[in-house]
């Protein structure tokens, strides 16, 4: 397929990854905690259990986890990144971004990386603008995560809503359909939102 004089470049799902903690609270365990019930909460969501981080896991670790499972799958290497969008409402910290953080530690040196807030939608728009970054020519491979750490913002007390949010991550690396997992190197693309030669910060939520 051509567009105009130049043929159109199509974008691929080349590899996927999740991360979930290891701490289950389930329905049964949140009978103890609010007034409510296995029926009563999996009648209205479907939900049995859901994850909860650890003390220490935040959420560019999770974030971490599940971009380093998608690379393999796409056989693609952090540095090869051009591009990370981290789709979440509950960042480490207000800035810099979890994408900054992800891409430090990742070692993803030449790419750039912002945050998308837009809750439950938010691998979706990132994954309609790495396409438009991929068929434009500016990027060959995006790492795309949706990831929220919202057990640490939930009202624990409120059964309307603490029955519905749990920890977790999910990574997609999108690239052009039918081209080689190794691409050429590339110049890095500038940016001020690459964070590669900072230490980054393991594990914490201080806010600046």
Known sequence: MR???RPM??????????????RVLTNADLEKMVETSDA??????????RRIAA??????DMAVKAAIRALEMARTRAEELDLI???TVSPDMPMPSCAVMVQAKLGAKRAFAFDLSAACAGSLYGMSIADQ???????????????????????????????????????????RRGHPHHPRRREPVPSVTRGAGEEAPQGRDERP
Not at 40 to 46: A, L
Not at 147 to 171: K, M
């Open 40 to 49: 009563w909460i999996t009648e209205r969501t479907g939900i049995k259990e």
């Open 55 to 60: 003390p220490n896991e935040q959420t560019s």
């Open 85 to 87: 969008i981290v789709g």
């Open 133 to 175: 970054y991929i068929r434009s020519g500016s990027a060959r491979r995006v790492l795309v995560l949706g990831v929220e750490l919202l057990s640490r913002v939930v009202d624990w007390t409120d059964r309307n809503t603490c029955v519905l949010f749990g920890d977790a991550a999910g990574a997609m690396v999108l690239g």
């Open 9 to 22: 470049r199509r974008t691929a799902i080349l590899g996927t990854g999740a991360y979930a903690p290891e």
């Open 3 to 5: 567009h105009g004089d």
